[in-house]
């Protein structure tokens, strides 16, 4: 049997024209994609590719899958939204490896990074992670929402900007209200926000407004929230951190 | 006159097999691209193209030249290491933006993403920044070295992964054993460490260590350096941050 092989790829957060050269090659090599079903169907059929989408909160399954279909000689790639390293599919790949048969660790793995959607969410809105900055996934699926909290707090008190993932969901309306206020109470209700939703679709849509004017229910699954740092501010129609703060 | 253009377009960390298909469009539009010397010396010379390299620290002068080629019509990219919205070139260009004459701020400027060093160096590690994590700048030039120790204390207290960029330079060499002092203090001696130097490059070299045995003379300028989370934990050749941290 010829070795098989483990790729995770970062498709970027929805524009073809931001997937890099070395993860279309690897698509182009693949036998077997893997990755959430939206993420899935941005992959283009062809003889001898095998698709497998699956479902959202599957991510253990599937990493485990894609393991052994690279121990049985295939060249599998999973496909991640926006970067795998950044609350994707990396660190599932690594805790299917972690508790799977030693013989695992032997395989040709490898991590190709992509735009992260806080990356494109800036770009789109000036430069507001131009200096120091934190990314706080806010889902509490896999921690208590409490330390989501004391990060944030922290993260104000250092004079952070600061990128949301998963800001809100349907299964949790009430905490992005809890965000919002612990926000207010440590950095001012006048400090700027970037609400960016489908960043790099055609849908995009960017918003720079202030914690003052924000209201809980402009913000969706889909939209990446970017808090500035006390020196963030406006230029014309963008939102920027100086390289001084 | 027809109006020009400026991009600021980020080029990844070093191999082209990283750079977005959005940028390789921006730069074989262009007119004149501007940057950082070793940055401008990776575009390959055509007709019609006029390359302007110039020196580190040139950043502001450097934007206002790119502003004043766009304002007469040309089309203008500035290049940026990595992601121009994380410590490089898209901050320069709004701080340009803010000083300069108001009808610059009609111009078609976009920014346009790329991989930034952090997150490929975090994938050829394995997954350090898979979970919360901040992005800091060590560098002294721009703000005073005391808030660079305060955000590393914040940081730790909160237990976010943490990268470094620009670590160490001939400039100040005692400043980054004085990092590694708060660092040992506030996280522990046993915490992991990535050092992931010139990557993407034929010479990457990505070391996983820990906070007790990492030398500061390891570390120079061309080195990501990635500190884990008290989460982020080895399998085999690779160091990652579960998703539950």
New interface residues.
Partial sequence: MTPGSLTVAGI?PG????????VS?ALAAATDVLGYIPYVARIAPRDGLILHPSDNRE?LSRARHALELAAAGRHTVIVSSG?????AM??????A??SGPPEW?ALD????????AM??A???A????????????LSDN??PFDLVL??IR??A??D?AMAFYNPRSRARPGQFADVLATLRAACGAERLVILARAVSTPEQAVTVTTLAELAPGAVDMRTMVIVGSSRTRR????A??????
Avoid at 15 to 22: F, K, Q
Avoid at 90 to 95: M, P, R, V, W
Avoid at 240 to 245: L, V
């Fill in positions: 970027g524009s073809d024209a931001m997937i890099t050269p070395e090659a991510e970067d795998p390293g950044v609350f990396a660190s599932a790949l690594f805790e490896l972690e660790q793995i490898s991590i190709l990074p992509g735009i992260t990356l494109a800036a770009a789109a000036g430069a507001p992670l131009g200096h120091d900055f934190c990314a706080i996934n896999l921690k004391k990060r922290l993260a008190e250092g952070f230029v014309g129609r963008f920027y951190t100086p390289r001084s703060a």
